[in-house]
């Protein structure tokens, strides 16, 4: 648990992390099955690390934990709920979309491309949707995106605009306004792809600082570095499946599977 949820009452409460479980999640995309019989358990409180070549499913299997995707058959489980259905005398039936919506607002997610408002500053990015929501007053939201922005480094950016930022910098904003939700886990899709060489360490050291405080973690990343020395658990995902899955001193050092073993040549 991280300090700030130990000490309760504090400003800047840490929303309580969740588990994530995916049951044999099916996803198909006309011909091709992208996602073929997946099962995850992220517990809570842990950082899973998801690896896997190009065009493995891994962005899929994100977008169905949040219901961006609908699964073909399968079910997701965050926080013990399940995702985009609810269980109506013993049958599961399909969520309305204000209910999706307020489930997608416990999940938070980076994306590659960061996704910031380009007509927005930093603070605004940050404050918009908890103000939307209407959980907090404009007043209380500015000052909560405020308190995120000094978070990850850039307390002193919040009236910049995205275009004056760094990619390093608009990738922080974004991490920033996924948590402004206090978000039971957070979903990460290479979120320091799209970023120059010099700029990832920046990204990565503020998301292994959330790791520490405790937060639930699911990030796609190819940065094996950063795997080997934060995630809890690594899972290799190859044609839509697990192929495995084990802390990273197994998968990453004495992988099992040729095509473990066959990615992990290419990518180190
Ligand atoms: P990864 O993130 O591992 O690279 P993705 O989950 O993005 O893989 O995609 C897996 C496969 O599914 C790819 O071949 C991709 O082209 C295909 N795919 C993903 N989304 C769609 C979509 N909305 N429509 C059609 N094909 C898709
Ligand atoms: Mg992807």
Redesign the pocket.
């Known amino acids: 648990m991280s300090a700030a949820a130990k000490a309760g009452g504090t400003r800047e409460r840490a929303a309580r992390p969740v588990a994530v479980t995916v049951r044999g999640a099916y996803k198909r995309?006309?011909a091709?099955q992208?996602l073929a019989g997946v099962d995850l358990t992220v517990p809570a409180g842990e950082v899973t690390v998801i690896l896997?070549p190009?065009?493995?499913?891994?962005?899929?299997l994100l977008r169905t934990i949040n219901h961006l995707e609908k699964l073909d058959a399968g079910h997701v489980e965050v926080g013990g709920e399940p995702v985009g259905v609810r269980r109506h005398r013993g049958r599961f039936k399909e969520l309305g979309e204000r209910a999706i919506l307020a489930q997608r607002g416990r999940i938070g997610f980076v994306f590659q491309n960061f996704n910031l408002f380009p007509h927005l500053t930093a603070l605004e990015n940050v404050a918009a949707a908890p103000a939307a929501t209407g959980r907090r007053s404009r007043a209380q939201a500015r000052e909560a995106a405020r308190e995120l922005l000094a978070r990850v480094g850039l307390g002193d950016r919040a009236e910049a605009y995205p275009r004056q930022l760094s990619g390093g910098q608009q990738q922080r904003v974004a991490i920033a306004r996924a948590l402004a939700l206090e978000p039971g886990v957070i979903l990460f899709d290479e979120p320091t792809s799209a970023l120059d060489p010099e700029l990832v360490g920046e990204v990565l050291s503020v998301i292994k600082d959330l790791a520490t405080g405790g937060t639930t973690l699911i990030v796609v990343t190819h940065e094996v570095g950063f795997a080997r020395e934060v995630a809890d658990s690594v899972v290799f995902l190859d044609g839509g499946r697990v192929l495995e899955q084990g802390p990273p001193a197994d998968v990453l050092s004495a992988p099992r599977h040729p095509r473990t073993r066959e990615f992990l040549s290419r990518v180190l």
């Open positions: 995309f006309g091709q992208v896997g190009s065009g493995s499913g891994k962005s899929t």
